[in-house]
C-alpha cells in the first residue's frame, strides 16, 4: 500500500521577517538578548496548491522503504513501514507537469487496524521568490478518510514563522 | 526499558478557525492570495488529563520495536531502540477503562547515558466534538526526571493552530 | 558524509509562561476549561551560538547509524542513511571546550541527488538558568547551501512555547 499522487492544497497563516546586525566579527558567546526594534514582522495569507508524486516501485522510484512492516501487520495496516522520500511536487497530476519543488522526508505507519501513515516531510519550493524556502509538516494522515489535515509546524525563507493547514 | 503507563496532562492554549471559500471548480493554480477576512478566529484554553497505555510484549503488543539498539548500549540507555507505536489512550489508568483515543507515532531513544526517549507522535481524540481532531509531539521525554515536558507543536481539526505543553 | 562541527546559532523570538493550579486532588477528567486569568504571558527575544560535535566514528562516536542508506546511494546522496545522535553542544569549535548542552534526536538522509538531511533533534541545555530546557527543530539541512535555516517547532522550560530559526 502506498500513497501515490495526493494533491497538498496548503495554506499559509503568517510569516515574520526578522533581521539581525551582522554577528560575524563578535567575540563568542553563548546567549545575548536581541533588541525587539531589530525585527521587522509581515504578515501573510497564500494558498498554494500542488501534487505530490509518491513513485514506490520502479528504476526511478522516489519512495523507498528503509524499515519493513512488522510481519504481522504486513497484510494488513503494514504497521512499521517506514518509507524515505524524495518526491516531485508538480503544478498538475502528470508526473511530467510542471516541477514546482520536492517533498524531503518519510512516513510511517503507525496505526494496527487502517491504512494511517505518520508524515515527517519538509515541501522545498523552487518557483520564483519561493526559490529555496520550505515548509515542515509534521502529522498523521489517515488515507481512507475523506479529508485529512496535516498541520504545518515550521518553514524557513519566506516561510519563517508560518503556520498552516494542508489539506490531501 | 519501555515508558508503560504515563499520565499525559496537556494544556491546550489557542487555536483558530480557518474557513476559505470552496476551491473545487477553479482552475489550476500554484498559489494565490487569501482575502484575511475569510478567516475567523477564535481560541480556546483546555486541560486534558488521560493515560498513555505503552504494551510493549505479549499477543496484544501496540508498542514494537523497529529499530534494535546499538549493541554497546543494549544493557544501559538502549541508545537508538526505535518502537513503533499504536497506543491506547484511556480516562483512568486501567487498560480497560474508556477509551477516549490513540496514540500514533513513534520514540527513539536517544541518550548514551540515560533513559531519554525522543517522541514523536500523534494524539487523536474519539470523544465527542474532539472526534477525529488531533494534537502533535516532538519532545525529548528524558523518563527519569520527575516533571518532563513535551510542547505541542501543531494540530488539525478542533486543534487547529494549537500551541501548548504537555506534561508526564 | 557526515556533518560534523556546525555553528548552531539560533534566535528565539518569544515565550510564555503558564501557570495552573494544583490539579492532584482533583477528580478524574478528560478535559476542562482553563481561567484565562491563570495564564501569564511573557515575552523574550534571545540568540543563542554554540558548537554542534557530529563524531561520526571512533570508540567515542556520538553520532551512530541506525538504518544503512539504500545500497543504490552509498556513493552519492546516501538517500536514506539515518543517524541517531547525542552530540555534545559547545561554545567553541573544539570539542574540548565548555560544554553548553547537548543534540539529541536522529537525522535522515532525503535526497536522491545531493547532500540534505532531515534533523530532527532537540537541543537540552545546561547552562545557568537555561538548565534543563529544551528546543526542538524539524528541518531539512542541504548541508552544501551556504546559509540554511532550520526552524524552531517547539519547547519546554525557558523555551515555552518559543518561535525561531536556527542557522548553521
New interface residues.
Given amino acids: 500500500m502506498a500513497l501515490k499522487t495526493l494533491i497538498f492544497?496548503f495554506?499559509v497563516?503568517s510569516f515574520?521577517t526578522?533581521t539581525?546586525a551582522a554577528?560575524a566579527d563578535q567575540p563568542?558567546?553563548?546567549?545575548?538578548?536581541?533588541?525587539?526594534e531589530m525585527?521587522e514582522k509581515k504578515e501573510?495569507?497564500?494558498?498554494?496548491?500542488?501534487y505530490w508524486q509518491d513513485i514506490v516501485g520502479g528504476a526511478n522510484a522516489?519512495s523507498?522503504p528503509?524499515?519493513e512492516s512488522?510481519p504481522k501487520f504486513n497484510l494488513t495496516s503494514t504497521?512499521?513501514l517506514?518509507r524515505?522520500?524524495?518526491n516531485a511536487l508538480t503544478?498538475?497530476p502528470n508526473r511530467t507537469s510542471k516541477l514546482?519543488g520536492?517533498a524531503?522526508?518519510?512516513y510511517?505507519?503507525?496505526?494496527?487496524?487502517e491504512y494511517?501513515f505518520?508524515m515527517?516531510?519538509?515541501f522545498?519550493l523552487f518557483?520564483g521568490v519561493?526559490n529555496?524556502s520550505?515548509i515542515?509538516f509534521?502529522?498523521?494522515n489517515p488515507i481512507n478518510?475523506k479529508v485529512r489535515?496535516?498541520?504545518?509546524?515550521?518553514?524557513?525563507?519566506r516561510f519563517?514563522?508560518a503556520?498552516g493547514?494542508c489539506s490531501c
Same sequence: chains 1, 2, 3.
Fill in positions: 492544497s495554506l497563516l515574520h526578522l539581525t554577528t563568542s558567546f553563548f546567549v545575548r538578548s536581541i533588541d525587539r525585527t501573510n495569507y497564500s494558498h498554494f496548491r500542488f522516489t523507498i528503509i524499515i512488522i504497521f512499521g517506514t524515505v522520500i524524495d503544478v498538475g514546482v520536492r524531503q522526508g518519510f510511517v505507519s503507525t496505526s494496527q487496524t494511517d505518520l515527517i516531510q519538509t522545498v518557483e519561493y529555496g520550505s515542515t509534521l502529522a498523521r478518510e489535515e496535516l498541520p504545518v509546524v515550521g518553514g524557513v525563507g519563517r514563522f503556520k493547514i
